[in-house]
């Protein structure tokens, strides 16, 4: 099978097996980052092939919707990919990149091993900030049945997974547990100048929503 046929089937295989996901890790997320990743990775002359795998499978078995495994989602990609025939050496490669891409907390970044994990780190972070991460946001808190927001219940930067998994939070300690994080987080110059207008949205956002709702939004401790 030839790249292109097995990007296409790829897709499909990805739109069918995401159909009941909620807004935040849907088909559309995938395409949004699958497209940036594209872009960016063309400026970076990464391999695009990997990095249009990576991107279209990486939340195919998110461990957030999967008890917390976060072995799921290379292994099924990986099986996926095996299975169209591709050579081992890109699917190991990809699912490297699975297995490294999960946001872990604020407190244990994964440093990604290749310009390919990074160009779709970065497209998978830019789907997290401005006017679309904050519609996902509030998107994934709506569907765990978080607060919009929680004066009682105060962010706080997670030293480990297991602690970020288990936090009870709400959607507004996102921004400051993770979503405000990000922008210095950028891996690559393409990613950087997007996140910036992104990262400014998102201050205009909260700023806006503590006068309406006149309240004031902790901070979290470092
Ligand atoms: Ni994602």
Same mark, same amino acid.
């Given at each position: 099978?030839? $790249?292109? #046929?097995?990007?296409? %089937?790829?897709?499909?295989?990805?739109?069918?097996?995401?159909?009941? /996901?909620?807004?935040?890790?849907?088909?559309?997320?995938?395409?949004?980052?699958?497209?940036? @990743?594209? =872009? &960016? *990775?063309? @400026?970076?002359? @990464?391999?695009?092939?990997?990095?249009?795998?990576? #991107?279209?499978?990486?939340?195919? #078995?998110?461990?957030?919707?999967?008890?917390?495994?976060?072995?799921? *989602?290379?292994?099924?990609?990986?099986?996926?990919?095996? *299975? +169209?025939?591709?050579?081992?050496?890109?699917?190991?490669?990809?699912? /490297?990149?699975?297995?490294?891409?999960?946001?872990?907390?604020?407190?244990? %970044?994964?440093?990604?091993?290749? &310009?390919? *994990?990074?160009?779709?780190?970065? #497209?998978?972070?830019?789907?997290? &900030?401005?006017?679309?991460?904050?519609?996902?946001?509030?998107?994934?808190?709506?569907?765990?049945? /978080?607060? &919009?927001?929680?004066? !009682?219940?105060?962010?706080?930067?997670? @030293?480990?997974?297991?602690?970020? %998994?288990?936090? =009870?939070?709400?959607?507004?300690?996102?921004?400051?547990? =993770? +979503?405000?994080?990000?922008?210095?987080?950028?891996?690559? !110059?393409?990613? =950087?100048?997007?996140?910036?207008?992104?990262?400014?949205?998102?201050? /205009?956002? +909260?700023?806006?929503?503590?006068?309406?709702?006149?309240?004031?939004?902790?901070?979290? !401790? $470092?």
């Amino acid at each position: 099978m030839n $790249r292109d #046929a097995i990007v296409e %089937k790829t897709v499909l295989y990805v739109k069918e097996t995401l159909q009941q /996901q909620e807004g935040s890790h849907d088909w559309l997320h995938i395409e949004r980052v699958w497209k940036n @990743a594209v =872009k &960016i *990775g063309t @400026a970076e002359h @990464a391999d695009l092939f990997v990095v249009e795998l990576a #991107a279209l499978l990486h939340d195919i #078995a998110d461990h957030k919707y999967h008890g917390g495994d976060e072995t799921v *989602g290379p292994r099924v990609a990986s099986e996926w990919l095996l *299975g +169209l025939g591709v050579d081992r050496a890109v699917v190991q490669h990809v699912s /490297q990149i699975i297995a490294d891409l999960s946001f872990k907390g604020a407190h244990t %970044k994964t440093e990604m091993k290749s &310009i390919e *994990g990074k160009v779709v780190q970065d #497209a998978d972070r830019l789907d997290a &900030i401005g006017a679309i991460g904050i519609a996902r946001a509030f998107a994934y808190g709506g569907s765990k049945g /978080q607060a &919009i927001y929680d004066l !009682e219940i105060p962010p706080r930067l997670h @030293a480990s997974f297991n602690e970020y %998994k288990q936090a =009870k939070t709400t959607s507004v300690n996102h921004f400051y547990e =993770k +979503l405000l994080l990000l922008k210095d987080w950028m891996n690559t !110059e393409m990613g =950087k100048k997007l996140a910036q207008e992104r990262h400014r949205f998102m201050e /205009q956002f +909260l700023q806006q929503l503590q006068t309406e709702c006149d309240v004031e939004f902790v901070q979290p !401790e $470092r």
